[in-house]
């Protein structure tokens, strides 16, 4: 179809069009202020202010010549934009290679506006390009990235992704500088093996410990999927051994409704983690699992599983830990019978073989156990205003360990310890209004009645129990250890009661407040403290959140022990977000006797410069960023994070850098420089994710 202010032509063969000349066909919509169309030959010719467009993507320039079904022909010094990016450059001519290829001659590519001499903040030039969207594959010869003019990366054939999709080819180099490796540069290779299979080397040399290797390889099936990573230095000269980390996550399915899942990493010694803890793909980079598991009977009334289970503990001698017992093997049923709104009985059966890690010089007994849990529960009244829940519970343990009793044999004994609760509460709401703004308001009054009858237990081993952090939900557990080993003595009482203010619409909370404590009616001879408790009420427990003051959310929970009338444990915290890239959060957190700290963390813009014209984007923004950990009780900063954003609207531009203790008189110090071209890579070394695990909310820029 075209329209414009003038036609003529011959009927068939060929239209000449003038004046806002529009022509669309398909997906394809050519403007300009001429156009000559052969119909025979399907070709369409336009001079003066010419615009193609197709698939989001425009092209801009004096003459075009285009056959427009197959979408090939030449544009002319045109200017274009690629939607899929956001990005665009000018070239000397461009040729329509079909649907999905164009080449470029004498071309530049960038996402910035040029400013009023025409200069960009960051370009590319290339004597060629080819860009095949089908293929997602670019391509670049004589190609020199310049930033302010500063050719800062060149090479004579590059080749880059046109889309989000994933590409074999070279990543952008990464640099990384810390106190303790020294300068480090390394060069990524991606290699897309399949749709389902896709691999990463990154060869690197660091300079105060030499060149190394990283590995990773992921797949993924329809039954099985996995990664592994495998990092290789070869001979680190600060210490003249070679230096490696293997981890390796492996999952798929199992007849039965069955799952397995193997998770193995291991370090090649105990400085690892000082000296590399970013490789470590763990919350405990001194604590390495190697565990496999296989479960089966999913949600059904059974389940049964095995597993197997080691650690590799990595030692510091001035700060050592215990490492966990190896489960070699784990082997379970569970099998549960009732209905969710009567009468139930649960039970776990189960037995375990515990060794001691290899080198482990802790003096604690290896053996085996073999327990059975078994809960009974009949809900007497569960209304959405009330509930009243009796539960009968027992826990039996049998033990057969390594060291030989006073008969010759192996040691054994065995214990069964019952357990009797009554858990009962209201739930009672209202409407109100508070700060101008209409609330539903709970209040929610609960009760636990606890009869646990005495047992000894100091003669038997303990294998997997401690005691539970003390908090809202443990505080109303019959017992507070968990695990299996230790079951504590009770006849308590725990009574509580909490209050919450819901938005009706949304249905979240704007207020919670809630206090609680528990009563004994007896002395309680086995405590997670190893000390027998013969007061009549335990700590008071008090918690509080609150999100009604908008952009702001408190939050705090305080342990008061009233025998010495002080706050033996407290945890309040604050933080203001008023906006995208805008939050600033303290926490304060005493353990009395053991730690006192102060965490601070923001993100926040120092300037937010100046707009230019709508479409011009910003001149420039200035972020920082940081978090401070304080350790009141030390008197020190444990760990410190500060940085600086720059976001130009094409680009943006990193600092940060980081300290982080790793002991009572070491430290490790890193700086990370970033710059990130939107619409085409980053460079330099990524503080991304540290930025994220440090600062709660903190936003990428640009999200």
Request: aromatic letters at 10%; hydrophobic letters at 35%.
């Amino acid at each position: 179809m075209i329209r414009a202010r003038e036609l003529g032509g011959r009927t068939g063969q060929t239209t000449v069009a003038e004046g806002e000349v529009e022509l669309t066909q398909g997906p394809v919509e050519i403007r300009a202020d001429r156009l000559s169309y052969d119909h025979r030959q399907g070709v369409a010719k336009a001079t003066g202010s010419v615009v193609v467009r197709r698939d989001g993507n425009v092209f801009s320039g004096p003459e075009v010549q285009l056959q427009v079904e197959r979408y090939e022909g030449f544009f002319l010094h045109p200017a274009y934009h690629f939607a899929v990016t956001g990005a665009g450059g000018q070239a000397a001519r461009l040729d329509f290679l079909g649907r999905n290829q164009v080449a470029a001659i004498d071309a530049t590519y960038s996402s910035c506006t040029p400013d009023d001499t025409g200069q960009y903040a960051w370009v590319l030039e290339a004597s060629g390009v080819k860009l095949d969207f089908e293929n997602n594959e670019g391509v670049a010869t004589g190609a020199v990235l310049r930033f302010y003019g500063v050719p800062i990366l060149g090479a004579p054939v590059l080749s880059f992704p046109v889309s989000e999709a994933r590409k074999s080819g070279w990543l952008p180099p990464s640099v990384n500088l810390d106190s303790r490796s020294g300068f480090e540069l390394a060069v990524p290779y991606y290699w897309n093996l399949a749709p389902q299979l896709d691999m990463t080397l990154t060869p690197g040399l660091a300079t105060r410990r030499g060149a190394f290797l990283g590995s990773e390889l992921r797949y993924l099936t329809p039954a099985h999927a996995g990664e592994l990573q495998f990092d290789l230095m070869p001979e680190d000269r600060s210490t003249g051994e070679a230096r490696h980390l293997l981890h390796l996550q492996h999952r798929g399915a199992l007849p039965l409704q069955g799952r397995y899942r193997w998770t193995h990493t291991r370090a090649s010694d105990d400085d690892y983690w000082k000296d590399f803890e970013r490789n470590i793909p763990s919350l405990t980079p001194r604590l390495l699992a190697s565990d496999a598991r296989a479960d089966w009977g999913g949600s059904g009334p059974w389940q049964a599983y095995a597993r197997v289970q080691r650690w590799q503990v990595l030692q510091d001698l001035d700060a050592p830990i215990d490492a966990p017992y190896a489960r070699m093997p784990q082997l379970g049923v569970r099998r549960s019978w009732g209905q969710a709104l009567g009468p139930s009985f649960d039970l776990e059966l189960e037995y375990n073989r515990f060794e001691l890690p290899d080198g482990s010089q802790a003096a604690r007994p290896e053996g085996e156990r073999a327990h059975a849990l078994g809960h009974f529960v009949w809900p007497l009244l569960d209304t959405p205003g009330a509930f009243l829940t009796p539960r009968l519970s027992f826990n039996a343990a049998s033990y057969r360990l390594d060291e030989p009793s006073q008969s010759g044999g192996r040691e054994r004994a065995s214990r069964l310890i019952p357990s009797l609760s009554l858990d009962a509460g209201l739930r009672l709401e209202r409407e109100t209004r508070w700060f101008g703004r209409d609330y539903l308001q709970t209040l929610e009054p609960r009760l636990l009645l606890v009869n646990t009858p005495f047992r000894r237990q100091e003669d038997l081993p303990n294998f997997d129990s401690a005691g539970k952090d003390l908090n809202f939900t443990t505080l109303f557990d019959s017992n507070p250890f968990s695990g299996v080993d230790r079951v504590a003595d009770a006849r308590a009482a725990t009574a509580g009661v909490s209050s919450r203010f819901i938005e009706p619409t949304s249905g979240a909370e704007a207020l919670r407040l809630g206090v609680a404590q528990r009563f004994l009616f007896a002395d309680q001879r086995i405590t997670p403290e190893g000390v027998p408790f013969t007061q009549r009420s335990s700590d008071l427990l008090l918690l509080g959140e609150s999100s009604i003051i908008p952009h702001w959310h408190l939050g705090g929970s305080v342990q008061y022990n009233p025998e010495i009338k002080r706050t033996v444990r407290s945890n309040l915290s604050v933080r203001f977000h008023p906006g995208p890239f805008r939050t600033v959060g303290a926490r304060y957190s005493l353990v009395r006797g053991a730690s006192e700290q102060l965490d601070i963390g923001w993100q926040w813009p120092i300037y937010t410069g100046t707009r230019r014209e709508a479409d011009a984007g910003c001149s420039g923004r200035w972020y920082g960023v940081g978090r401070l950990n304080y350790s009141l009780a030390e008197s020190r900063l444990t760990d410190t994070l500060l940085g600086l954003e720059y976001d130009s609207g094409c680009w943006i531009g990193r600092i940060v850098a980081e300290r982080r203790s790793t002991g009572q008189q070491e430290a490790v110090t890193r700086l990370m420089l970033q710059l990130e071209f939107v619409g085409l890579s980053r460079l330099g070394s990524n503080p991304l994710k540290t930025l994220r695990d440090n600062i709660p909310g903190y936003q990428l820029l640009r999200e």
